[in-house]
């Protein structure tokens, strides 16, 4: 009787002990889908649009929370869901936001009648991709552009995104190793 009392508790013990193990992984699982899909995320650039700031492959966090308190800036680079292309993310950065009038003059991208200075740029002129050379944002719309302005499919393209439509805004590089670090989402230092 004693070794049966023996034999019980032990393998009370160990469904015991099995079960806080499911209870945690469940709880971690539940904790880590939260923040994935409020918070913060990671996602791998794929294409060559925001040449030269970043590179086909790179590994960047995006916050997902910001966007709730604040509203999107000229010069960050965001991830937002593709306008023309259902599930699929791109990476743009911000070029117009609400209120802004932004034309194409001469190769140059002007905002509210001034030239934007867009040192990131490795070319230096911005084709129109259509007839349409300027666009004036509402009250929740946003122009977002490639930095690699002759091969980006963007707001030249599809026009101006509703604030709705970005996810994120990117703010830390994870990889390459050797790039790792915060992203520079104040280009025009305003």
């Not at 539940?30 to 650039?45: N, P, R």
């Not at 084709?127 to 091969?151: H, M, S």
Request: glycine share 8%; net charge negative; no cysteine.
């Amino acid at each position: 009787m004693k070794e049966e009392n023996i034999q019980n508790k032990k393998e009370n013990s160990l469904l015991n002990t099995l079960w806080d193990w499911v209870k945690t992984i469940i709880v971690a699982l539940a904790i880590t889908f939260f923040i994935k899909m409020f918070i913060v995320d990671a996602t791998i650039v794929s294409g060559k649009s925001m040449l030269n700031t970043l590179h086909d492959g790179d590994w960047l966090m995006v916050n997902k929370v910001g966007k709730h308190f604040r509203d999107y800036k000229r010069g960050e680079i965001v991830i937002l869901n593709a306008p023309d292309f259902p599930n699929r993310l791109y990476v743009k950065r911000v070029i117009g936001v609400p209120g802004d009038f932004v034309e194409l003059r001469d190769g140059d991208v002007y905002v509210n009648s001034e030239k934007l200075e867009e040192k990131y740029l490795d070319v230096d002129h911005t084709p129109a991709k259509t007839d349409q050379v300027g666009w004036v944002l509402g009250g929740n719309e946003y122009l977002v552009f490639g930095d690699n302005r002759t091969n980006s499919n963007d707001s030249r393209d599809f026009g101006q995104i509703y604030k709705e439509e970005i996810v994120g805004h990117a703010f830390f590089r994870i990889y390459p190793f050797a790039d790792a670090g915060m992203i520079d989402n104040n280009p025009y230092e305003n």
